[in-house]
């Protein structure tokens, strides 16, 4: 697999989940990749998450247009492993495992890649 040296320096990626009623939703995030699959943590409240629980289906993109990476995949709620709890700190500064609003982790296995 092509690592991206872009994936460890970009700040957010866009993360498009679709709505119950089938509509997309679009929203910036912070992220982290280890291991091939992306990482990201939101509010369990959110439209992310609410849409995540009805369908798991994903599309990730860099925020640079001019030069896309965009993945598609499924993601799913887990416990982050030591090293995406390491990620995120060393990346944002934060720590992921003491925020008392964004707690849910969602690991995005990827089933498609598009690089520019």
Do not use: C
């Amino acid at each position: 697999m092509m690592t991206d040296p872009r994936l460890g320096a970009a700040q957010n990626m866009w993360v498009a989940t679709v709505r119950p009623d089938g509509r997309p939703h679009l929203a910036p995030i912070w992220f982290v990749v280890s291991d091939g699959k992306w990482y990201f943590v939101t509010d369990p409240k959110s439209v992310k998450a609410r849409n995540l629980h009805q369908n798991p289906r994903v599309a990730l993109a860099l925020e640079d247009g001019s030069n896309p990476h965009i993945v598609v995949g499924q993601a799913r709620a887990v416990e982050p492993s030591t090293e995406v709890i390491r990620l995120f700190k060393e990346k944002y500064d934060w720590d992921i495992t003491n925020d008392g609003q964004y707690t849910s982790v969602y690991e995005v296995e990827v089933s498609k890649r598009v690089m520019g």
